[in-house]
């Protein structure tokens, strides 16, 4: 257990709607980054908080935001979705906001749009 | 693309050490190595990382040249729970972190 949460384990939607999935770090944690691994696509890097601000963004599309709240935990938002945005989807938190810290993911959200 | 080459799976018997290379030619003066491990459909596993020294903890050792264009991931005593996905990244130390990961290694642990 790396001590990052992430809710809901399972989703499943139609193609249109609107999802959120949630990430909560590890205590005393200030970054959080959001992955996201389809099968053809392996682990994509999406966005990056640290202690609310955004610090880099990867390949995340603009039907995609996200946003790290003061308490820390980070909402992923993903709007008309689409089949091919069926995938897992981490969170991974780290101390710091960057390197040299280590991250530590959380178990994932699997996300089925049908 | 990422910034690694890995093998894209390697076999290792039970008890033996795996040894897992990564080709980082391009790596820059800040740029560090970090390993992570990813077994079926967990969330990947942080493991080890450096930046030009060896270093080795609890779980691993990581060995970095020194013109730092490649570097192996050794497991000193593989067993089954070690089968994963092994990723090799380099992170640069600045603030536009944007992580890529490639394909990663499949290491199955044979008994």
């Known amino acids: 257990d790396s001590g990052v949460t992430q809710t809901p384990k399972h989703l499943i939607t139609a193609t249109g709607q609107r999802v959120t999935l949630r990430c909560s770090p590890r205590s005393g944690d200030l970054s959080v980054y959001w992955y996201q691994q389809s099968l053809d696509q392996g682990l994509q890097f999406l966005i990056h908080y640290y202690n609310g601000e955004e610090r880099a963004k990867g390949n995340i599309l603009e039907r995609f935001s996200a946003q790290q709240f003061p308490d820390l935990h980070s909402e992923l938002n993903l709007s008309s979705l689409e089949l091919g945005d069926s995938a897992l989807y981490f969170c991974?938190?780290?101390?710091?906001?960057?390197?040299?810290?280590?991250?530590?993911f959380g178990p994932g959200t699997r996300l089925t749009v049908t | 693309d990422a910034k690694t080459t890995q093998p894209p799976s390697m076999d290792c018997a039970e008890g033996r050490a795996a040894n897992l290379p990564c080709n980082h030619s391009?790596?820059?003066?800040?740029?560090?190595v970090y390993w992570y491990r990813q077994i079926h459909s967990q969330g990947p596993q942080y493991i080890i990382h450096g930046l030009k020294n060896n270093e080795t903890n609890e779980m691993a050792s990581l060995i970095i040249t020194e013109d730092r264009k490649s570097s192996t991931l050794i497991l000193p005593h593989a067993t089954l729970r070690d089968t994963a996905v092994y990723y090799c990244i380099v992170r640069a130390s600045n603030r536009d972190d944007k992580i890529i990961f490639g394909k990663g290694t499949r290491l199955h642990i044979l008994p």
């Open positions: 391009t790596i820059s003066g800040n740029e560090y």
């Open positions: 991974a938190s780290s101390v710091g906001g960057g390197v040299p810290y280590e991250q530590y």
